[in-house]
């Protein structure tokens, strides 16, 4: 039979207690046509919060969407975790989908998430990262892991500028673990200055066959 037992100090089920990583520091970004970025991301997060890293998830462009008329899963359930939190930046609906959303107004949100992304890393490069973080913490105090979703799209649809994406990744500490999402389009600008590109690709969408987002799965 295989031992399916940890292989850490912890067992299943024990409860969450502060730690450190002791191999963070890459950039990792995932962008592509398909579904499961942003899904990819938080699962990266799900899986430090488990080891007791601090992590938390700042989210460009997601303000919502007329289909969804209530807090998205995900929220729910990180509220739920000790060591992950999130915040919002993002306009009300999406950039360039003609929703009634002021397109000005969806740049003004971006800038602003991205002043927001840098306060939070300039507290990662005064904190120490090699030691345990409260999990109660705020992001200002720093984080082991930071989420940057849809920031890809930002850049890519110049609602903020990509130099000014690559400055902050660069002004980034050492052992800071980065993750960037979202776009459609090849973020070559990103590549070098990543550690990990995936790209994920669309092969088949039920929303061509005019399915909407459903509850517990897109939100």
Sequence with gaps: MTDTKPTDDSEA????VPAAPTEFGLVQVFWGDGKGKTTAAM????RAAGRGFRVHMLQFMKGGADSIDDAPGEYRAIDALPGFSYENTGHYGWHGFRDGSDEDDHAAQARA??????NIVDACAAADLSAPIPLDAEPETGVHMLILDEIVYAGNRGLIDTDAILDLLDSAPDSLELVLTGGHEDPSWLVDAADLVTNVRKVKHPIEAGQSARKGTEY
């Design 113 to 118: 998430g991205l002043d927001r992304a840098r």
């Design 43 to 46: 699962g990266m997060g799900l």
């Design 13 to 16: 089920g024990d409860a969450i």
